[in-house]
């Protein structure tokens, strides 16, 4: 019986899963850890191109999408380990994450599920690492715009909870699917996800569980990057339908015993936001259509690479084989101490923004974590580069070269 099983439910991700599953590795170091992926029904052959990399990973091949909530739960029947924890393929897990929310589950078993501090490519904190509840009245002050305008408000920022500080331990209501730790022990007493969510809702109708069962659900300010959305298609008619159809199944589920004068509101502002969202969406396509989307610059991005001298050759070759903007920022230098500031002030003047792309053969995570986080990252993401797979991910894409 392992300590820790880490579960992934995959579908058409199969660079960003392997980065995931790389940063599992250097993770798991010195823990007794177990992988599990269950593939999707994967039409970019995930399976076949990640087996042999990641012989020590137990795959699962769907012969159909089960979706989120049912792909998990196919493997959550399977362990007997004494932590489990819910990862999106999109993500990458900082080297001491992993030891360190350990040690913080056993010296706290009154902990039902812990959640980490998520970073966006571009180093902001995505506001999903720490949320509240979604009762009728929060879910109501999020979809009328409350929430944004005053996000420190006890009640009107609750859904976010975003008075809490950044890099301190908190208790919190909902821990988000991306990265979701809690106790084997825990799963056995409130029951595994909920089915009738294909995809978004499971997690927070999870938590929500586990909190009513008498367990307190932590924030853990332990670091991981999330790709966020490589995973789905956000900008889907599909996806706007599942993502609404979620909150109100968790609506209707969790509160069905109020009066319909107060849900019904909420029912309404659901349909209006996925309406309003809908015509956007149609919209921007005829936009398109049509021409009237401004032409992009010359070169949408710059691309940095931080590495040493053994790449600048080839940067030389990727830039003639892909045509990207790409050069070279030593590490150690001195424009790379001070990057990505120093990079910016430099940038071409053709280029929309920047992204730092680190050489991960001699970046640590947690280094590539701490370097964007507490530096300017105006125009700037990051991305990694991996001479060995040869490739360059990024928040919206994956460059390969031959």
């Known amino acids: 019986m392992s300590k820790l099983s880490v579960v992934i439910v995959n579908y058409n991700v199969k660079h960003y899963l392997r980065q995931c599953l790389e ?10 850890v177990d992988v599990w992926v269950a593939d999707n029904h994967s039409s970019d052959g995930s399976v076949a191109f990640l087996r042999p990399l990641f012989p020590e990973v137990q795959w699962i091949e769907c012969h159909h999408n089960l979706g989120f909530a049912r792909g998990n739960n196919l493997i959550l029947r399977q362990l007997t380990s004494d932590y489990v924890l819910l990862l ?10 992993l030891k360190r929310a350990i040690a913080f589950l056993d010296a706290h078993p009154d902990a039902g599920a812990v959640g980490m501090k998520m970073l966006n490519s571009d180093g902001t904190r995505a506001l999903e690492s720490r949320r509240g509840v979604p009762t009728p009245m929060t879910s109501f002050y999020k979809m009328v715009g409350l929430c944004k305008l005053f996000p420190r408000h006890p009640k009107f920022g609750h859904y976010y909870m975003s008075g809490l500080p950044w890099d301190e331990v908190a208790p919190i209501e909902i821990v988000s699917g991306a990265c979701f730790l809690t106790r084997k022990t825990v799963l056995d007493h409130v029951g595994l996800l909920d089915q009738a969510f294909f995809m978004y809702g499971e997690d927070i109708d999870l938590a929500y569980r586990i909190l009513q069962a008498g367990y307190t659900n932590y924030y853990l300010p332990f670091p991981i990057l999330h790709y966020k959305g490589e995973s789905t298609q956000k900008s889907s008619f599909r996806y706007v339908h599942v993502f609404y159809k979620a909150m109100l199944i968790f609506l209707r589920k969790h509160y069905r015993h109020l009066r319909l004068w107060i849900t019904l509101p909420i029912q309404f502002a659901i349909w209006s936001k996925a309406t309003l969202t809908l015509v956007r969406m149609k919209l921007q396509s005829m936009r398109k259509a049509l021409g009237f989307v401004p032409k992009k610059a010359a070169f949408d991005v710059e691309y940095i690479l931080v590495s040493d001298e053994r790449r600048r050759e080839m940067v030389k070759h990727i830039h003639r084989s892909t045509g990207i903007m790409l050069s070279l920022v030593e590490k150690g230098s001195t424009v790379e101490a001070n990057a990505p500031d120093a990079v910016l002030a430099g940038l071409s003047k053709n280029a929309a923004s920047v992204c730092l792309v680190y050489d991960t ?25 991996n001479a060995e797979s040869k490739t360059i991910m990024t928040q919206t894409e994956v460059l390969t070269w031959a």
């Open 361 to 385: 053969e001699l970046f640590a995570f947690d280094e590539m974590f701490d370097m964007i986080e507490h530096h300017n990252m105006q125009r700037a993401a990051i991305g990694t580069f």
């Open 23 to 32: 940063s599992l590795r250097r993770a798991s170091a010195g823990l007794d």
């Open 88 to 97: 999106n393929p999109d993500t990458i897990v900082g080297e001491q994450t």
